[in-house]
Every structure is written in C-alpha cells, then in structure tokens.
C-alpha cells in the first residue's frame, strides 16, 4: 500500500530585525531574518520563484527558482524538541514552506516531480542548513547537528504555477533518478569520505540545482587533488 504523503501546512515570511542577548556572549545584538514563517490560511498561490508572501533577508544563499519551496518532514519535531529541549513546535518551527507528513530524506529523490492539487513541483536539492537556523533557536550546534544526521528536508522548483493549502494529499508524478535520494545527495556533500565516482555522476545530472552540482564539483576538485 503507498502511504499516503500530505501537506500539513503552508508558511511564508518576510525578512525582520531580531535582537538576542545570549547569542554571542550576552551582548545585544541586531540581525535580519525571514526564518521566522507562520502558516497561511486557505489557499496560497505557488509562483515560480517564491511563496506568495515569502521572501529572503539573503537572497545570495536562498530563494531563487531552483529554491522556490523549502520542505520539511513534520517526523523530525519530535526528535529536535526531544535533542535540543525546544518545547514546543508550531509548523514553520525550522523555517519551511511546506511541512509534509509521511516522507523523509530517504524516501524522495533529486529530480521527482509531485503534485499538490493543481501545483506541480520537483525536488530540486536537500535543504543544507545555515546559521540562521542555530541563531534562531539559540542553539549554536544546530546546524552542524543537522548536517551530521542529515534531516535537513529539501527544495522543490515550481513545474506549475498555481494555488495549494494545507491538507492537500501529494502524488508522485514522475521519478527520472531513482538512485539519487535527497539523503545520498546529502551525504555527497556532507560526509567525510564521499565517493568521487557517485560525485561525478550526480554532478551531470541536469535535475540538480545549479548551486548543488557546483558544490559537488568543488568537493570532486579537492577530492582529486588530495
């Protein structure tokens, strides 16, 4: 039986100025931030490049159209709350778009094109986790903790444009690489010891993001000279 994989939830946020004061030796400090997304009621329009009402405070590292839609397993609250004694969660707690129940890492694959409704998307790229995510939750080893244990959700790109909200059931439509899952893609950039030859296919593949391929191809570079 294929289980059934749904849309809990759909977030969106604008950059705002925060001020913490035990972040960086207690002393007050300002920063900008759109890692803070609350969830949107009704129907929300998907656009090619963002969530309508989403936007990045750095625009260098996010959004774009390879990372139009941030995903995020809703599995993988309860072991952060349970790790990092974070009380509780609401859905947007690691600052995703979409919180999905009923697939991992694991389970989906680098160039898999789903349907919510009307909206078509495709797994562009794992979601590597940034600064913002350890600064939000004043957690310093946040993000590290999440690349070692690679629960880090993923991007999707926008296939079709249109309108999708909370509870909406997702389909698979097509899976041109079923070899390459958003963990191993993951692992490739990640682990310690990655496998030049799994580095070098990946990288040729055109359902890639363009800044992932390159992240693997500077690790094959480094690799090879080493």
Wanted: hydrophobic share 35%; net charge neutral.
């Amino acid at each position: 039986m294929t289980r059934l994989i749904q849309l809990l939830s759909v977030q969106a946020g604008l950059p705002q100025t925060l001020i913490d004061t035990n972040f960086n030796g207690g002393e007050p400090t300002e920063w900008t931030t759109a890692f803070k997304k609350e969830p949107v009621c009704g129907a929300v329009w998907i656009a090619r490049d963002s969530v309508s009402g989403d936007r990045q405070a750095s625009t260098m590292t996010h959004g774009g159209p390879d990372k139009a839609v941030c995903a995020y397993p809703f599995e993988h609250y309860s072991y952060w709350k349970e790790r990092l004694n974070l009380g509780e969660l609401t859905h947007g707690a690691f600052g995703e778009n979409f919180t999905l129940r009923g697939q991992l890492e694991e389970e989906c694959c680098i160039g898999d094109i789903v349907g919510f409704g009307d909206i078509a998307l495709q797994v562009s790229q794992p979601r590597p986790p940034c600064w913002r995510l350890a600064r939000r939750w004043q957690k310093k080893d946040f993000a590290v903790l999440m690349e070692e244990n690679a629960r880090t959700g993923w991007y999707f790109r926008v296939i079709e444009e249109g309108y999708v909200e909370a509870g909406t059931p997702m389909c698979l439509l097509d899976r041109p690489h079923p070899q390459w899952t958003v963990a191993i893609a993951h692992r490739l950039v990640y682990q310690p010891r990655p496998n030049v030859d799994q580095i070098e296919e990946l990288a040729s593949c055109n359902a890639l993001s363009v800044s992932w391929r390159e992240t693997l191809l500077k690790r094959l570079t480094g690799n090879k000279r080493s």
